[in-house]
């Protein structure tokens, strides 16, 4: 990701030539602009170059950060926090989990607000970066939050109005 990339005049991440070499623009909260603004400013004052095409993140030796430095910071966050499932080093969780945390609590906060989750469903693949639905799909895990919400929904869908048992 370049500097040109980050937009935080309009909270708008581009994505460029993602898996299967496709780009998207990635909306941003106010919190996240926030925490980016916050480190654009201290990354200034150790960027040697303010050219578009510089990367936004950088490394403490002034260098684009390497996937594997994420990778291993992840893994020591994780094991501060004591996230640990079994089966071994390669069961545990990684970084790109993360994108299927996002797609569930996304699934579960329009249960919540009482969203129409049907017609959302599309706009969630295409934040993803899916062309497909069906690739969506792959990231909606259930977890007992998200049965628990779209049980609500179907109680309230399958219940007559005033009936009380």
């Not at 708008?12 to 919190?31: A, E, Q, Y």
């Not at 926030?34 to 990367?55: F, H, I, N």
């Not at 062309?131 to 895990?141: F, G, K, R, W």
Request: hydrophobic share 35%.
């Amino acid at each position: 990701m370049t500097i040109a990339d980050v937009d935080l005049a309009s909270a708008v991440l581009t994505v460029r030539d993602s898996k299967f070499f496709k780009s998207r623009l990635v909306p941003l909260g106010d919190r996240t602009v926030q925490v980016l603004a916050d480190y654009a400013k201290r990354r200034g004052s150790c960027a040697q170059s303010k050219e578009t095409d510089t990367p936004f993140f950088l490394g403490r030796n002034a260098k684009r950060v390497n996937i594997s430095t994420l990778e291993n910071a992840f893994q020591q966050i994780r094991a501060h926090a004591g996230l640990r499932r079994e089966g071994g080093p390669r069961c545990q969780p990684r970084l790109h989990d993360l994108r299927h945390t996002s797609a569930v609590h996304r699934l579960t906060t329009w249960y919540r607000e009482g969203k129409d989750v049907q017609k959302l469903l599309p706009q969630l693949s295409v934040y993803m970066g899916h062309t497909y639905l069906a690739a969506t799909q792959v990231y909606l895990t259930m977890t007992p939050e998200l049965l628990h919400e779209a049980s609500l929904r179907f109680e309230r869908y399958a219940t007559p109005e005033g009936r009380n048992d």
